[in-house]
């Protein structure tokens, strides 16, 4: 069981450009969540994607920020526009789909976006 | 709003000692408290969490405390150890399959 991927694992963008950031739940796992950390501060809550499904998006910024969970493939994170702000960590992380452990979660090594 | 608040945001402490960390959380909803740990570089592993419906949990030098009249619940590393030195965060949430809200962190640094 390889965990959850996350790839890329550092990624450099000038600001304008798009960042995509990939996840690979762990297997068995179907519900898939992003979060943000800031340097020196916690986790933020982005967004919860089960298959071809945005259950929770309260925690996107309106603007620029796009999540999806298509049937087959990764969870991916899409940033357009950058900009220096967004410079952060990004961590996907996944549960299973069953009621005694679905908000146990398993966090990926998380990437890392440096926008110039 | 801040649902999730722990201290200290630091926390320094000489080998075989106890470091204590302390998060209070807003929502009574929440039903499930986990604690994260983080090493530099690297995504945060679930160390240990607790329900409600227990006022103490432990697990190898590792305890969580929960009193929830208070809405506190609190980790304490028994006989720390260099390897301990992280980064630890609350969370909380409610309900199987919801969203965790984190507390900001705590760096713990094990002297030794």
């Known amino acids: 069981n390889a965990g959850v991927m996350q790839n890329p694992r550092h990624l450099v963008r000038r600001r304008g450009q798009e960042a995509r950031l990939r996840c690979s739940p762990m297997k068995g796992h179907s519900h898939v969540y992003w979060y943000r950390q800031l340097p020196e501060e916690g986790l933020k809550f982005m967004v919860y994607l089960q298959k071809e499904n945005i259950i929770d998006e309260s925690g996107m910024p309106k603007e620029r920020f796009s999540a999806e969970f298509p049937k087959e493939g990764p969870s991916i994170l899409r940033i357009q526009q950058v900009v220096r702000g967004d410079s952060a960590a990004y961590f996907c992380a996944s549960s299973p789909f069953n009621h005694a452990s679905a908000n146990v979660l398993t966090f990926g090594a998380g990437s890392r976006l440096t926008v110039l | 709003q801040q649902q999730v608040k722990q201290s200290p945001q630091s926390l320094i402490v000489q080998k075989g000692g106890i470091s204590i960390i302390n998060c209070a959380y807003e929502?009574?909803?929440?039903?499930?408290f986990p604690w994260y740990q983080q090493f530099p570089g690297k995504g945060p592993a679930l160390l240990i969490a607790?329900?409600?419906?227990?006022s103490e949990k432990k697990e190898g030098r590792f305890t969580i405390s929960f009193n929830k009249s208070a809405k506190q619940f609190s980790l304490h590393i028994m006989d720390s150890q260099p390897g301990d030195s992280a980064t630890y965060f609350c969370a909380a949430s409610k309900a199987a399959g919801n969203k965790l809200t984190f507390g900001g962190g705590t760096r713990v640094l094990v002297k030794p």
């Open positions: 607790i329900r409600p419906d227990v």
């Open positions: 929502n009574t909803a929440f039903d499930y």
